[in-house]
């Protein structure tokens, strides 16, 4: 076996801050970038997620960033643009990437359906691959997977439980 190809594990930093719906899991790099954010009751899945993307993966309890964890704040106070501060990073596929990073540009106060996200990003019959890609999201609330919804305007899916999402998307003014 060729030692030189043997990927290593990832290690990244886990970090918990209290908000409004629960401890959020805040995951990040030793350049202070956020690798993913989840929900404590929502642990093991967010490990999943992580493997899924990065193969073997270290958390060590560390502190986040300072201004991550303000930018953060902000946000569950009602700051609601404190979000694009926040430097991220993904590692899913192609196509994961594409819906991940078109997810941002949908406005907080607003909302879109799978489908528009669908044509948005150029692949209009891709409805349920958008769906699927939108659940493996390892960015909870800043990459705002919350404000995809139904065609017919119903909450559909979130990560981190329905009522979650209602809370978000009241707390950015979508009236739901």
């Avoid at 093991?44 to 300072?66: F, H, N, S, T, W």
């Avoid at 994961?96 to 406005?107: F, G, N, R």
């Avoid at 960015?139 to 439980?161: D, E, T």
């Amino acid at each position: 076996m060729n030692m030189d190809r043997a990927r290593l594990p990832e290690t990244f930093g886990l970090d918990r801050l209290e908000t409004p719906i629960g401890v959020a899991l805040l995951v990040s790099d030793d350049d202070g970038v956020l690798r993913a954010l989840d929900w404590e009751d929502y642990e093991p899945r967010m490990k999943e997620l992580l493997r899924l993307q990065y193969g073997a993966v270290i958390l060590k309890e560390a502190r986040a960033p300072r201004d991550l964890r303000t930018a953060l704040a902000g946000y569950f106070k009602g700051d609601l643009e404190r979000l694009r501060q926040i430097k991220w990073r993904v590692a899913g596929t192609r196509f994961q990437q594409k819906v991940w990073k078109a997810l941002p540009k949908i406005a907080a106060g607003t909302t879109m359906s799978y489908g528009a996200l669908a044509a948005k990003i150029g692949l209009p019959k891709a409805v349920r691959a958008v769906g699927h890609a939108n659940g493996s999201n390892p960015i909870s609330v800043v990459v705002p997977c919350h404000r995809l919804i139904g065609a017919n305007g119903s909450l559909i899916k979130y990560g981190g439980g329905l009522e979650r999402k209602r809370w978000l998307l009241q707390h950015e003014g979508v009236e739901v």
